[in-house]
């Protein structure tokens, strides 16, 4: 049996869930994974109303016992197919949440928003907590669409998104499209690209571009409310550094020739002053609180957004989609 409260009530979210007890048999992975198995819809209630719920005080102390939780809640995982940021898969179909540099902050987004699968359900699970920073923080997508200028809104919902992407075919560093789409099997990935309406074409040099438009403000499935879902700001060049960009400029390199570029669904460019507005009300409402060993922090993928807080020591937070 649980025990819950929120963890910080003025911003509602995440759900605190603990064990009613503080016996080894309370907290031990067995009673965790029955007693969402027995009463899964429970699980999705907390999802739909809160968010976010945040499972800590159980003895997930393995990968294995974080695939066991996982699949009471979902049962049916999902591979990283079309993911952006660098990822290993650790056994099945949990993986290493992000690869990049502990000094690299990650914005707050939906994952893979701008494919045309995503994952409903995305869970974390803290395996080893960094000495110093390396929060993630979550953001409840409802009150971002809330909080944003009115005909920002109503821009970024009648124009949508075009997410534009430029892969190598693994000469290069960063994710080749072999990464990216976990196959060599051009054939596959051609297939995928179809099916999700998405334009694309092959250079000489192996290399893939794809380019598709989606929502930037979506219906949520089940509770019928409108967010604020997507990646806009993350995959634009303002994400850069000045530095960076001049130096790009320099070396007559176009920002759309990026691994990753964003404009309005028709092609126009962006507001950078909008882009700017975007990730501070997303900062704004953002909730950070502080890893513990064996947290296991499951979000509803359309309703909350995540990123990553740059930190020091060591950090191991693996991943999951369901």
């Known amino acids: 049996m649980f025990k819950t409260r929120l963890l910080y009530p003025q911003k509602s979210l995440p759900?605190?869930?603990e064990p009613e007890e503080s016996s080894p048999a309370a907290r031990s992975i067995a009673s965790l994974v029955e007693s969402i198995s027995?009463?899964?819809e429970r699980v999705d209630?907390?999802?739909?109303?809160?968010?976010?719920?945040?499972?800590?005080g159980f003895a997930i102390d393995t990968v294995e016992d974080f695939d066991a939780a996982v699949r009471a809640v979902q049962p049916q995982l999902l591979d990283y197919i079309e993911g952006d940021s660098p990822r290993t898969k650790i056994s099945g179909k949990i993986y290493t949440s992000t690869e990049y540099p502990e000094t690299y902050?990650?914005?707050?987004?939906?994952?893979?928003?701008?494919a045309h699968r995503w994952p409903s359900k995305i869970f974390f699970y803290c395996a080893v907590p960094p000495t110093q920073g390396g929060e993630t923080?979550?953001?409840?997508c409802r009150r971002v669409l809330q909080s944003l200028d009115p005909q920002l809104r109503e821009r970024f919902s009648q124009k949508k998104v075009r997410y534009v992407s430029n892969l190598h075919g693994g000469d290069r560093m960063g994710k080749s499209w072999q990464e990216t789409f976990e196959t060599?099997?051009?054939s596959q990935v051609e297939e995928y690209l179809s099916a999700g309406a998405i334009d694309f074409n092959w250079d000489a040099q192996n290399g893939l571009h794809t380019s598709q438009v989606r929502e930037a403000v979506v219906t949520h499935p089940v509770t019928g409310e409108q967010v604020w879902f997507n990646q806009v700001e993350q995959w634009h060049p303002s994400m850069l550094d000045q530095k960076n960009r001049r130096a790009m400029a320099a070396l007559g390199l176009k920002e759309e020739d990026l691994p990753h570029y964003a404009?309005?669904?028709?092609?126009?460019p962006l507001d950078e002053a909008e882009l700017s507005q975007i990730r501070t009300v997303m900062r704004q409402q953002a909730v950070y609180f502080p890893w513990q060993k064996s947290d296991l922090l499951v979000?509803?993928?359309v309703l909350v957004a995540h990123g990553r807080n740059s930190f020091k020591g060591p950090r191991k937070i693996l991943v999951a989609m369901g």
Request: proline share 2%; glycine share 6%; net charge negative.
């Open 105 to 114: 902050q990650i914005s707050l987004h939906n994952e893979l928003s701008y």
């Open 184 to 186: 060599s099997d051009k």
């Open 45 to 56: 209630s907390w999802l739909h109303q809160y968010g976010a719920v945040l499972f800590r």
């Open 38 to 40: 027995v009463d899964r």
């Open 263 to 268: 404009s309005f669904g028709d092609g126009s």
């Open 299 to 301: 979000l509803d993928n």
């Open 137 to 140: 923080p979550i953001v409840d």
């Open 15 to 17: 759900l605190l869930v």
